[in-house]
């Protein structure tokens, strides 16, 4: 008989016949007679219940010992279940054991568990409630995005992990060595030659596709990148880690005006992707996680985004530096405990906060005729703070070469990004999305640890 997911089977119109299905024991039950197990696939939430009769031949020697986490295939007769919540269960004809799961040393049992102690078992946290949902989430996820890109367009573009120019000019990467790190090799002046490395010069992992985005979004025009990113700041928040997912959409002939236009109807179009097929992980969320997580989306699809520039924002935050650890004036940058208070206290929904001071903002972004802001914008979302990162980029190569040097880096060095603006410049605009932020604001979850499969965040590398 062909295995079918318990998803599919549960979605029948009606019992009857023979179904057979695969999966991991979550509770075993034993009767007078019988056992009641609870397969779980992955395919749902949802368990579905067998019964297991002591009629067949293997059950005292192969079910009856079974034990949380085995796995086994069942063949059976689908019936109406006569108990609550389930619609259907399978009396079992044949059931056939792949591999038992030792219940002394099994680390999962049917009390819960803390999401701490979960990350030290980061290999077997997939098989709970919570971990099943978020990977079947961040998977669809994926998908509507994809889907909300290709839809308009945008060519998808596999930007390099490995580089040799550092993106946003923070001095936060890590570096691609093959040199051997107890004997370096050195110049006469004793700096390391890197001449003699694999690539010949100095390379990191890379902390942004933008500025190779750029380059096809000036010939295709509308583009985006969807890949991992890699940041050594050593900042051991719920919000950071060192390997990150990150959506880049990069489009010409766009200033910022569309690129917000953009990001909001990206994370609405995506939101309602999740409300049309991953509700009842949704719900879950909502009963087991955070019980404000629907309506907090709801509210982002429903809604326009609020926008307002940073002076305007600075405005509001500075009456109210008394509740803030961080004081801030103009100039400041804006932190996680400003950028929640406007989104949740002040305007109870995203906020996009436009034309922030040049200082506090990476070279490219375009110099606005004041002289003292560029044209970024950050959205700002409840509960998460900073989601989305976005600019117009300087087109102009005169001012782009003026503010690399403020920023002390070398345009030789960007000599290819430097002629996009030599050949054929035009007004172009993109953001970029933190992956995990968004599954954080769509879960519920707290950790960014928590919603990607195996995390990197610094001393911890494990799985
Ligand atoms: O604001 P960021 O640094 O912007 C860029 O990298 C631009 N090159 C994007 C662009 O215009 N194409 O990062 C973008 C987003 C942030 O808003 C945040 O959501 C996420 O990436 N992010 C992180 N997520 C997890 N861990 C980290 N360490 C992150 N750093 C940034
Ligand atoms: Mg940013």
Redo the contacts with the bound molecule.
Sequence with gaps: MKPMRIKQVLAREAAGGDVMIQGWIRTKRDSKGFSFLEINDGSMMANIQVVADEKLANYASEIVPLTTGASVAIEGTLVDSPGKGQKYEIHAERIMVFGGADAASYPLQKKRHSFEFLRTIAHLRPRTNTFGAIARVRSGLSFAIHQFFRDRGFVYVHTPIITASD??GAGEMFKVTTLDLANVPRTPNGAIDFEQDFFGKPANLT??G?LEGEIFATALSNIYTFGPTF?A?NSNTA???AE?W?I?PEMAFCDLDGDMDLAEAFLQETIQYLFDHHMEDLEFFNQRIDTTVLETLHNIVDNPFERLSYTDAMAILVKHNDEFEYKVQWGSDIQTEHERHLSETVFKKPVIVTDYPKSIKAFYMKLNGDDRTVRAMDILAPRIG??????QREDDIATLERRMREFNLDPKDYWWYLDLRRYGSVPHS?????F??MLLLVTGMTN?RDVIPFPRTPKNAEF
Excluded: A
Aim: glycine share 18%; net charge negative.
């Design positions: 993106c946003e902390v942004s933008q940041r700041e919000r950071h880690l990150f990150m880049e900073e989601i989305i990162g976005g600019s993109g953001f970029g999305l933190g995990e932020r960014i």
